[in-house]
């Protein structure tokens, strides 16, 4: 079983850059791809970005390319994801997730999740 906990979610002004962190519960942390989706108003789920068990494999929506960094302290149980440039469309509640891949995490086939953290960037 692992828990996990979203933090860092505020609001900011467009062009500012934010770190949300997600720690998770469990020994069993290092053995699962973490992704990063969210959530705007009014749309679906999205995926945002992944990272592998070892940290050698990332990837990312088209979206936050080159804005967005995404790591994992498996010593931490921790799982980052460093935001900048942000902009209005940005905004939405931002989740941590667990997947047994990191395919499967990309295609929503997500463990577990975390209950999100909201971040706001107003223009």
């Known amino acids: 079983q692992v828990q996990l906990v979203e933090s860092g979610g505020r609001l900011v002004q467009s062009g500012d850059s934010l770190s949300l962190s997600c720690a998770a519960s469990g020994r069993s942390f290092s053995t699962y791809a973490m992704g990063w989706f969210r959530q705007a108003p009014g749309k679906e789920r999205e995926f945002v970005a992944g990272?592998?068990?070892?940290?050698?494999?990332?990837y990312y929506t088209d979206s936050v390319k080159g804005r967005f960094t995404i790591s994992r302290d498996n010593a931490k149980n921790t799982v980052y994801l460093q935001m900048s440039s942000l902009n209005p469309e940005d905004t939405a509640v931002y989740y941590c997730a667990a997947g047994t891949s990191l395919i499967a995490t990309m295609n929503h086939d997500v463990t577990y999740w975390g209950k999100g953290t909201l971040v706001t960037v107003s223009s």
């Open positions: 990272l592998s068990r070892s940290s050698a494999t990332t």
